[in-house]
């Protein structure tokens, strides 16, 4: 890797680094030597010289995310390393398997590579940069990714245009680095098939984090009926009638998602009409729905992206959880989940008991849910673990 330039920390703040967490703030540089330009590689120096590793500089609260620690400079097969050790990974956590052919190869810090994500769906790779170094590398990603996969990779699609930070999002656009493949895409999960549009999709086109969570819906979907809310692509809709539900309703507010559950629905063999989706905001379509339902999944998009927002967006999980915990049959269950990184785990607990206190029903807490294996939490890097879940029975 070239280096631009060297960043010098201040006494004491190397101390986070040398316990290898991924993230020098700009508060924590004494000063920074050479052509620094957004997304350049950086070497990472001690007050006293020491060399602690390298990273991608960019200006900005987190200036320098690590992306090798120790006085070792980055080989020329380093991304090529990165991705083996990430494939390697999956591998001894089950991945992938004959009924399961799409999971998450990079998760960002769980993998020692903050700022980018990597899905990979049946031969298909999205890509996806959060941050300029990761954009800057974005070719020898794909090349690598291409080396490490071979011969089952046969596209790598680089989708960062909703992701990159401020104007960059504006003069950069999603493009393919590879290859070229018909969407929709159809990959298989525990089994169950689901349509992939990464072009028009949210963020890479599934949501591969609930896997786990939508298996275990199946458990208690047998002969009930099912309101999954928030639906997306109707993945919890298609494990519950797999499961053997009796009725399952699909709601999200976009008419894009409904479309795509009504399409995996039909393409796991389920009628569509008779298990009716709803393109209606959530808190509409609970208004009038007193004990309709046996088992209720509440899967919100991320209702707080940063610290500013977490107030409101306790206020919103709050109320979200209230009107499900009102409505719902007694003895039923709900799974309720917060992708909201900055609602730590302990909070949005809390936000669960208020919402039981004002809608006055006994609540049993039946599982504590997070994220699969494919989404791994660095043990130096807490913050990674961003998924929480609760699966409440409610007398």
């Given amino acids: 890797m070239v280096n631009a330039g060297t960043v010098i920390l201040k006494k004491g703040k190397e101390h986070s680094i040398e316990r290898y967490h991924p993230w020098i703030f700009s508060g924590a540089i004494q000063q920074s030597t050479g052509s620094l330009t957004d997304?350049?590689?950086v070497e990472v120096l001690s007050y006293k010289n020491k060399r602690l590793g390298f990273g991608h500089y960019q200006k900005g609260s987190i200036t320098v995310r690590m992306l090798h620690f120790g006085a070792d400079e980055p080989g020329e097969h380093f991304w090529e390393n990165k991705f083996r050790q990430a494939l390697q990974l999956r591998r001894s956590a089950g991945l992938p398997t004959e009924t399961t052919n799409a999971f998450r190869l990079i998760h960002g810090e769980g993998d020692g590579l903050p700022g980018l994500i990597v899905d990979y769906y049946d031969g298909v790779a999205i890509v996806q940069a959060h941050d300029a170094g990761m954009h800057e590398d974005r070719h020898r990603i794909a090349e690598a990714l291409q080396k490490a996969l071979s011969p089952a990779l046969q596209t790598v699609y680089y989708k960062s245009h909703g992701t990159l930070p401020g104007k960059m999002r504006d003069e950069h656009y999603n493009e393919y680095l590879s290859g070229m493949s018909a969407v929709p895409h159809i990959v298989a999960e525990h089994s169950k098939k689901f349509y992939i549009d990464w072009e028009e999709g949210q963020k890479t086109g599934f949501f591969l984090d609930q896997r786990e969570n939508r298996r275990l819906l199946g458990e208690f979907s047998a002969g009930k009926t099912v309101l999954n809310t928030f639906c997306y692509t109707g993945g919890f809709s298609v494990y519950a009638?797999?499961?053997?539900?009796?009725?399952?309703?699909?709601?999200?507010?976009?008419?894009?998602?409904?479309?795509?559950?009504?399409?995996?629905?039909?393409?796991?063999?389920?009628?569509?009409?008779?298990?009716?989706?709803?393109?209606?905001?959530?808190?509409?379509?609970?208004?009038?729905?007193?004990?309709?339902?046996?088992?209720?999944?509440?899967?919100?998009?991320?209702?707080?992206?940063?610290?500013?927002?977490?107030?409101?967006?306790?206020?919103?999980?709050?109320?979200?959880?209230?009107e499900a915990m009102k409505v719902i049959r007694?003895?039923?269950?709900?799974?309720?989940?917060?992708?909201?990184?900055?609602?730590?785990?302990?909070?949005?607990y809390d936000t669960i008991v208020s919402a039981a206190i004002q809608a006055g029903r006994q609540i049993k807490v039946l599982h504590h849910l997070s994220q699969p294996a494919d989404h791994?939490?660095?043990?130096?890097?807490?913050?990674?673990?961003?998924?929480?879940?609760?699966?409440?029975?409610?007398?």
């Fill in 241 to 322: 009638l797999e499961a053997g539900a009796q009725l399952v309703h699909s709601v999200d507010a976009s008419e894009k998602a409904i479309q795509l559950t009504r399409k995996n629905l039909e393409l796991n063999g389920f009628d569509a009409e008779k298990h009716a989706c709803y393109a209606i905001d959530t808190f509409d379509f609970l208004a009038d729905k007193h004990h309709a339902y046996d088992v209720i999944v509440l899967d919100p998009p991320a209702f707080a992206k940063h610290r500013d927002a977490r107030h409101q967006a306790v206020r919103g999980y709050q109320r979200l959880n209230a």
């Fill in 376 to 395: 791994p939490v660095s043990i130096f890097h807490p913050e990674g673990e961003y998924l929480k879940g609760l699966v409440l029975f409610v007398e």
């Fill in 330 to 348: 007694p003895g039923g269950v709900i799974f309720t989940f917060s992708c909201s990184q900055v609602v730590d785990r302990q909070l949005f």
């Fill in 39 to 41: 997304g350049c590689w």
